[in-house]
């Protein structure tokens, strides 16, 4: 089948293994994310894009539990579920791999693998079993250049380091996993490399989010894109239909042509007549990101 086929088959199929409605996250007096409605899908990538401040991290914080939405549904695998802490997004098999990947340098591979969920045997830690679980996993992940599981972390390059991280996040048969700027610190060709694994979690069968800054990023492995503008969801699109200026666009000023937020005057809840709001009307305005 040729790869077009497979990828606009992939995105037209079925019902989102994670749907949110209505999500809002505020953080004292700040309305940090306001009615947002999320869907990622199993077998395909989601990218999450947005300027600084957008919200990302609080989304998906709200998705992992560690910082739980104030309100709104969430739903996994077609059940509404209530997800207040990061042990209940696991047991779902929700993980996000952060910036800072929390990678103990002075251990090898096998030992971040398994860091914290070690498998043991009466008692004592069942390091075949484990290595060999490592081995199967880097193999699926078609993961070729760690020459060996036993190798420390300190000595692996950051495109390698990235791969672990992304490893350990799915030893324990998961089924969404976020991953936050993956490749923000790599060179080119290390860049290359983690988003070739990107698509293969996808092709494995996973939902992945991957949150980018960088479009090439996106529109290389992406299925789907997500903008959030200012705490709300400007657009969800599938990659096919949209031009990169177009996604610029979005990100910059929340709408581009008939795609995006509609201006305050144009909702139905405000009475046509009504001047719009300053904050509307002047894009230098609704520009402002840090609040
Ligand atoms: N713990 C917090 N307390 C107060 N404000 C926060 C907190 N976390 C995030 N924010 C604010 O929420 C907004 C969105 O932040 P964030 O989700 O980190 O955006 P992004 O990841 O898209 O850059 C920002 O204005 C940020 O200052
Ligand atoms: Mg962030």
């Known amino acids: 089948m040729p790869a077009g086929a497979a990828e606009a088959a992939a995105v037209d199929d079925g019902a989102p293994l994670l749907r949110l409605r209505d999500v809002n996250k505020s953080f004292g007096p700040v309305h940090v994310l306001q009615d947002v409605d999320f869907e990622a899908y199993s077998g395909q990538v989601t990218a999450l894009v947005g300027d600084n401040g957008a919200g990302k991290s609080t989304l998906i914080k709200g998705i992992a539990g560690s910082q739980p939405f104030d309100s709104g549904d969430y739903s996994f695998a077609g059940q509404s579920v209530h997800i207040t802490n990061p042990k209940q997004a696991n047991a779902l098999g929700i993980e996000v791999v952060y910036q800072d990947l929390a990678l103990c340098d002075n251990l090898d591979i096998v030992d971040n693998l398994f860091l914290g969920r070690e498998v043991t045997k009466r008692g004592l830690l069942d390091e075949s079993t484990m290595e060999q679980r490592a081995t199967e996993t880097l193999a699926g992940l078609s993961v070729r250049t760690v020459k060996s599981i036993r190798q420390v972390v300190a000595s692996l390059s950051g495109g390698q380091r990235q791969t672990v991280a992304i490893a350990r996040a799915v030893i324990w048969n998961s089924k969404l996993v976020v991953l936050d700027e993956p490749t923000a610190a790599l060179g080119v060709a290390q860049t290359d490399q983690v988003l070739r694994l990107v698509r293969q979690l996808a092709d494995n ?87």
């Open 205 to 291: 069968g996973l939902a992945v989010v991957l949150i980018s800054h960088n479009l090439n990023d996106v529109f290389q492995v992406a299925d789907r894109i997500s903008v959030l503008y200012l705490g709300r969801m400007a657009a969800h699109v599938k990659k096919a239909d949209v031009k990169s200026n177009q996604v610029v666009e979005l990100i910059t000023t929340g709408r581009s042509g008939d795609i995006g937020l509609r201006a305050e005057s144009e909702t139905n809840d405000v009475p046509k007549e009504l001047p719009p709001t300053p904050e509307a009307a002047d894009p230098t305005t609704t520009g402002e990101v840090d609040r």
